[in-house]
């Protein structure tokens, strides 16, 4: 399989603050990635970096064969990188389907159509709720509106900030049913969660980050099945 | 009778002067969350456009409005560009000081050029008083509550309706996402400067056919009421801007002809501090808490 995403010795700075401190991993075609680690260990540092909302002070962002150095976060998206942020963010005061346009915004018009017809079938609450609002959804179908506007630039990459972040554990199965799904239509994901249980039973891959580093990989179940990421991560 | 339907229809035209240059603070405000204090003295620059084209290089018209709103777009595009942009990380009070100065800046450079004599805004066209049941009806007046009616229709649909507009909203409400989505914020924010001063262009050709005279300071009192019209309606808001414009002008016109013509603006900045007292974020201003 190819690399669609390579991060090699990253480090990143919030002023004086050394968020990331040489972080390196890829992404193959088709995978499921996780960096797990918990509150403030440079997770959504790292996904904003590839985005390029926050710029590195050394290393290098390559996506599909090509350094992201640069690049300006809208241009980023063009080349088929979408991300989901953290908290969701989508557009409050816009509807369901004004939002899906945003999504679409480096598409061809002729595309969105289909595009959203294509998002309201993954997501039919998504179709129930077009005229509505984005500020009146629950958390949860904010969250699927947050992928499925992703989704409308049809990205060669998926990344998914803490989807599961504030959702009920019944929402929370939702969601990661909808990232093996995605997954097994061929998506590409790279997925952050401090919900590390849940990431790992869906990855192919995964990386443990600690305060900047990565201190651990290796695939969902050899993680799953270690005893220090079950004690530090796993609740025993 | 006759006397109320007058006072209302020159409260409405002058209102909807107020509303056109509300837009453009209220607009400006949403997207790039600041006060841009100049924005009066982009109508000033309008008008005097007007005169010299008009009056001075003897074009005709058509070529006073058309270039007067091009001038104010690439005037406020080019404001953006100089003075705001360099700031758009540095706190609020930087920016607004700048915006008070390049306020000044535009003052005092039409100070120089056309000195500090008050010049008369040419007769674009001639548009004749009709009579409707005994009304008197000043056909000016018809005239900038008609265009400014189609301009808000317009915009409105530009802004609800089309991808580049839907895009502004997005960049008014989360500049991040907005970039994630592929949007230019910078070229989003340019836009709005060009859009909200190219209103300001067409304010500042009713304002001249209305008032005639134009100074170097004839921005600034507009200016600061359509700002107050923004507030009122609740900055932020485009419906808001063109509802506190409308009703500002109202209180304004109904003061001047029952009350008192020295009254009007105490009434009018009154009225303001009385909204504000009863509901902070304006009439039409608006506050939805994050869901988690």
Not at chain 1, 144 to 170: F, T
């Amino acid at each position: 399989m190819s690399e669609i995403l390579k991060v090699s010795d990253l480090h990143v700075y919030y002023g004086s603050i050394h968020a990331v401190k040489g972080v390196s991993f890829e992404v193959h075609e088709g995978e499921v990635v996780t960096l797990i680690g918990a509150n403030g260990a440079g997770k959504s540092t790292v996904l904003n970096t590839i985005s390029g909302l926050l710029h590195p002070k050394t290393g290098s962002v390559s996506f599909d064969g090509h350094d992201l150095k640069g690049i300006a976060a809208h241009n980023i998206v063009r080349r088929g990188l979408a991300q989901v942020p953290e908290g969701r963010h989508v557009f409050l005061h816009m509807t369901v389907e004004e939002n899906l346009e945003m999504g679409a915004f480096t598409q061809p018009n002729s595309t969105i159509e289909s595009g959203i017809a294509d998002v309201y079938e993954r997501f039919p609450r998504l179709k129930e709720r077009h005229k509505q609002v984005a500020g009146t959804l629950s958390g949860g179908e904010q969250q699927m509106l947050a992928m499925g506007r992703a989704l409308m630039s049809r990205p060669k990459l998926l990344m998914l900030d803490e989807p599961s972040m504030g959702l009920a554990p019944l929402l929370v199965e939702q969601i990661f049913g909808i990232i093996r799904e995605l997954h097994q239509s061929g998506t590409t994901i790279l997925l952050v969660e401090q919900n590390a249980a849940a990431a790992l039973s869906v990855a192919d891959r995964g990386y443990v980050l600690e305060t900047g580093r990565i201190v651990t990989s290796g695939t969902g179940a050899e993680l799953l099945a270690s005893p220090a990421i079950k004690k530090a991560y796993l609740g025993g | 009778m006759v006397h109320f339907i007058q006072t209302l229809l020159s409260g409405l035209s002058l209102g909807s002067i107020y509303a056109l240059i509300a837009l453009g603070y209220t607009m400006v405000y949403g997207i790039a969350k600041m006060l841009n204090f100049a924005h009066g003295d982009v109508i000033m620059i309008g008008a005097y456009a007007g005169i010299v084209i008009v009056a001075q290089l003897g074009m005709p018209p058509v070529a006073a409005i058309v270039l007067s709103v091009v001038i104010c777009a690439l005037l406020g595009m080019l404001i953006e560009y100089l003075a705001y942009k360099p700031l758009r990380q540095a706190p609020p009070l930087s920016v607004l000081i700048t915006a008070i100065g390049v306020s000044y800046f535009l003052q005092n450079i039409a100070l120089l050029i056309f000195g500090s004599q008050q010049k008369a805004y040419p007769t674009l066209f001639e548009v004749p008083d009709f009579t409707v049941g005994g009304v008197v009806v000043d056909g000016g007046t018809v005239l900038t509550l008609c265009t400014s009616a189609i301009i808000m229709v317009v915009l409105t649909f530009f802004i609800n309706k089309t991808k580049l507009g839907k895009a502004m909203r997005a960049v008014s409400e989360d500049k991040a996402a907005s970039a994630l989505m592929g949007i230019s914020v910078n070229r989003a924010i340019t836009l709005t400067f060009a859009i909200g001063s190219a209103l300001a262009a067409f304010a500042s050709i009713f304002y001249g056919i209305t008032y005639v005279y134009i100074k170097p300071t004839t921005g600034a009192m507009p200016g600061i009421k359509a700002f107050t019209a923004a507030v009122f309606g609740g900055i932020g808001s485009i419906p808001g801007a063109m509802l506190g414009g409308i009703l500002l002008g109202m209180i304004e016109q109904f003061s001047k002809t029952y009350i008192s013509t020295l009254w009007a603006d105490a009434i009018v900045f009154g009225v303001l501090v009385l909204v504000l007292v009863v509901k902070p974020t304006g009439l039409l201003g608006r506050k939805i808490s994050e869901k988690v």
